[in-house]
Every structure is written in C-alpha cells, then in structure tokens.
C-alpha cells in the first residue's frame, strides 16, 4: 500500500530508477534483437490491433512509480492534469459525498514529484467537477459549486500567473440564478474563454453561455449567450489557439417523443469578443451527441457519436476546419458500421490526429472495448478503427494527449476478477501503431477510475482516481509520469 513514502519521492531516486530501468530495457532489447524479428502473430492482440514490434526496445515510455496526490480521509474525484515544459498542475475535487471542495497540486519538474494540495474554492458549499487549463505559464480552473443536492450551482474560476504556484481569490463567472453544469475552459497566451449550460429563471431548457479571460490584466469580459435555440443546450466544449476560439455543443431540435440533438459550432477571430452565427456541422435528421473538439493551429478538428439512421446504431463522426472554425468539411463516420460507439476523445498535433472511444462490438456485445483511430491529414482522411484495449474485458473512458507525433491513450478496463485498473497505451508516430497495453495500479486495492492525461515534450501525466479499503466512495487521487525515451537520440 503506498504511503507517505510515494509522496517524498524525490528526485535522485527517480534519476536512479530510471536508469536502472533504461540498462534492463537496453540488456532485454540485445536479448530480442538477437532473436531476430517477431513475426506479424506476435505483433498482433488477435483482434486486428498492430503493435509496434517488441525487439524496438531503443526506445520506449519510461514509466515512474505512482505518486499519491491526495490519500486523505474523503473522496477525491474527477482528476484533470495539465502539463506545459516542466510545470505541470492538477485538479480535483475531495471531501465528503455532499461537501466536496476543490484542490490543486504543482509540479516543478515535469511531475516527477507533486507539491501539497491547496484548496481553490472558498465557499462552504459542494465544489465539483473541476477543469483547467495552461498556457505560457498562466493557468485558469473552473468548477460548480453550490448547496448539495439543490438546482442553484454557479460557475467559479480561479487564475494563477505563474503556473498553478499560488492562485487568485475564486470568482463567480455566471450572472443569472439558473442552475449550471458542465464547464469547460481553453487558454492562450492572449487569453482564454469559459463556457457552460445554465437554466434561466423562467426557461425550460438550459443555454449555452461563455465569458472571456484577459491574460494581460487577468480581468473577465461580459457573460455572452452562445445559442440561439429554444431547446436544451448541452455538453459544451471549448478550444483555442492564439486568437481563435471555437466553441461546439448539442442542442435539441424538438421535443418527447421525437427528440434528437445536432451539433452546433460557433468560432471566434478576437478572443471571444465577437463571435460567427452557429452552424450546424453534422448530417441532418440524425441525432448527434457529445462532441469533442481540437486545434492546432487554424486547423479544428471535431468528434461526436451519431446514428444515422436513428436506431440507437451510434458511429463515430469527423469533422475539420481549415480555417479556425468558419467552414467545415463534410461530416464522416471514422469507423465501420458494425457495433454501438460513444464518447470519443481527440487529440491534433500539425497533420497528426488521433480519435479514442469506447466501442460494443457485434460480434462481442457483452462488454464496452477501447477503440483507436488515426489521420495523417489533419482529420480528413482516416486510417482502419483497431481495438486498443487487450481481451474481452469492459474498458471505458478512455482519454488521449500528444506532442508532435508521441501519443498517450488511458483508459479504465476491468480485469478477470472484477476489478477495474487504468492501462495506457503509447505511439510514437501519430497513432499509426501502438504499444502493448500497460496496467497501472495505486495500490492495487479498489477500483481506479476516470483517467486523465497530458503530453509535453517527452513528459506524459496520467492522473487518475482509485478506490482505497474503504470502498468506492473513499476514492484517493494518484498520478504516474512517464517519459519517452529513444536511445538513437541521444
């Protein structure tokens, strides 16, 4: 069981591990080369997935011993990382089941060891589901936070200029007494913008609203409603780049019994001053769910899980803007038309993207499985959908981050007995293949849940959260670095 031992780890035991860990990989590798090449059997999981081949041990994703960010008595839930050179900054929320509150942790050194975690939010009501975001050094958190079973949440934000090391008084972003849910946020060194759904008094659906954050003067502009509809606006998300924005939700198009949801996008040149009118990007008359949304550059590129022909058949779907978000190519389905998929993830580095989901397979409907794809093109081809996770295991929330062409997938899969471990899997060419899952455990006691991600240099972050002995609502927040290594660059 990890104790204060995980947390004092300090650096010259990490350097140490890591290179008694780099000469058994190294003496393993000679051992395989001498071997000769593995034949394509052995380079395969059986369900059609390419690995990349296992004598190319020069070079392979270091992994450190988890770190235990949080192992108080409570609960810690829903853990966000983010990771820029060496600074890195997570995000949680801990304490009892109706009285969470949000708290924060600094990494100087890539996280390879984590400060104490500092408390974000200051009211003596329930904080929950927190997200962050960095760039150039500065950082935004957003959480909900209100009476504990109540429909009377408001949005809350925090700031800090010098990459999560102390932080601003928190901030109430929201300007009506609706209930609101569902933030999320994206930062550049111009700036950055929040959005969120939120009831207003008198509404019977949510709308979808943002505010904009000055970088310079660490200062907040009007709050903004992004949809035009009547019906529910929902599941928003966020993306920027210098001063780009775009935003994408669902949003209903009519009522019981007959409702479906589209998917809108509205895109902004000036930080979030002004904005396009909203445009619908997927195909008509075929409810569209949860997008997801990446950018790189004027390049935006977005997923979302579609039925076409409204049978509860959900496929994945594609879609890609050329010029930060005012036009759209048509949408496609990434994947073939032979099982049930949901909640994609994306990630866009230059011409490299990678798309993760879960996926129930016709021929195996029994359980959820991890799923992959990739795109040479900035999204608008695709490669073959393959199964990343291994067995026949249910695996679910499955997360993805990269730099340049290194890719990390995380995801959740039960094992034999029941239990549920985080497995990550790493590419080192934009997700044409893929490593061997790998199993982390906390301390291989509860199950380990809700896995997030972040890549940055040859820095990787997972973070995730893990039952302890106490049962599933006595989670603890743990984090493991990883560091991609190749011997040829050295």
Known sequence: ??????????????????????????AVSLNVMSAGMLDASQRTDGNGTIFQDRFELYRWLDWQIPWLLDGREGNGLSPRVVLEDEAGVAIWQHGPVD????????????????????????????????????????AVAVWIQGPYSSDEYRIYAVYSQNAGESWSEAQRLDNVEG????????????GGFVVWEQGEP???????????????????????????????????????QGNRTVVA??????????YQTDLYVRHSADGGETWSDPQQIDAHDAAARRPELAIGGERVLATWYQDPD????????????????ANWSAPQPIEPDDGVSRSPYVALQADAAVITWRKRPDDDPSEWLTYVNHSVDGGMSWGDARQLSEGGEEAREAQVAMQGERAVVAW?????????RI???????????????????????????????????DAVSVIWRQAGEEGFLANRVFHKRGEFIDLRED
């Not at 994945?316 to 978000?325: Q, R």
């Open 179 to 190: 209930h609101a849910r569902n933030p999320r946020v994206a930062l550049t060194e111009n």
């Open 249 to 258: 939700w669902s949003q209903g198009v009519n009522e019981w019994p007959d």
């Open 202 to 240: 008198g509404a019977d659906h949510e709308r979808l609203f943002g505010r904009r954050f000055d970088a310079d003067d660490a200062s907040w502009g009007p709050v903004v409603r992004l949809d035009e509809l009547e019906q529910r606006a929902m599941y928003p998300r966020v993306v920027a």
């Open 99 to 138: 009285d969470y509150r949000v708290f924060s942790a600094r990494s100087s050194d890539g996280g390879a060891s984590w400060g104490e975690p500092v408390r974000l939010d200051s009211l003596e009501e329930n904080a929950r589901d927190p997200w962050i975001a960095m760039a150039n050094g500065k």
């Open 310 to 325: 409204n049978g509860n058949r959900y496929r994945i779907h594609a879609a890609v803007s050329s010029d930060g978000g």
């Open 423 to 457: 497995h990550a899997s790493h590419s080192w060419n934009g997700g044409r293949t893929w490593s061997a899952p790998q199993r982390f455990d906390g301390d291989g006691i509860g199950d380990g849940r809700t896995p997030h991600v972040a890549v940055s240099g």
């Open 1 to 26: 069981m990890l104790g204060e031992n995980t947390r004092t780890l300090n650096k010259p035991d990490v350097a140490i591990g890591q290179c008694m860990l780099a000469a058994m990989a190294l």
């Open 412 to 420: 959740y899969q039960e094992l034999a007995s029941g239990d549920r």
